[in-house]
C-alpha cells in the first residue's frame, strides 16, 4: 500500500522558517513535490523535484528563492524548507508524488498520490 505521510507543519512568525517532510512508502516515485491550499483558494502548485539521470527541480514563482525542496532517496523522502515566510504563504501544504517522468508539474491531475496535508500558518 502506498502512502505519504507529511510532517513539520506548524505556526511561526513572518520572516520564520519551517521545514516539512513526506515520507513515501509501497514505492519510489520519479516525482515528488508540494501543492498547498489556502482556505477559499484552489490547490497550487509549490514546487517539485524530479529524480533521473539529471535531477531538476521547479517552483512556483511566488516561493522561489525562499523555499528548496529537497530529497533523501535512501529514505525515499521529499522535504520542503520554507525560508522568510509570509502570511500568504498560510496553507495545508500536501505532499504529492508521481510515477511520469515529464509533464505539466503545475497541475494537480499529474500526480498518482497525495499525502493527507500539514497546516502551516504565519502570523503577521
Known amino acids: 500500500q502506498v502512502q505519504l505521510v507529511e510532517s513539520g507543519g506548524g505556526l511561526v512568525q513572518a520572516g520564520g522558517s519551517l521545514r516539512l517532510s513526506c515520507a513515501a512508502s509501497?514505492?519510489?516515485?520519479?516525482?515528488m513535490g508540494w501543492f498547498r491550499q489556502a482556505p477559499g483558494k484552489e490547490r497550487e502548485f509549490v514546487g517539485i523535484s524530479w529524480n533521473g539521470g539529471r535531477s531538476r527541480t521547479y517552483y512556483a514563482d511566488s516561493v522561489k528563492g525562499r523555499f528548496a525542496i529537497s530529497r533523501d532517496n535512501a529514505k525515499n523522502t521529499v522535504y520542503l524548507q520554507m525560508n522568510s515566510l509570509k502570511p500568504e504563504d498560510t496553507a495545508v501544504y500536501y505532499c504529492a508524488a508521481t510515477l511520469a517522468y515529464g509533464g505539466n508539474y503545475y497541475r494537480l491531475g499529474l500526480y498518482d498520490y497525495w499525502g493527507q496535508g500539514t497546516q502551516v500558518t504565519v502570523s503577521s
Open positions: 509501497g514505492r519510489t516515485f520519479s516525482g
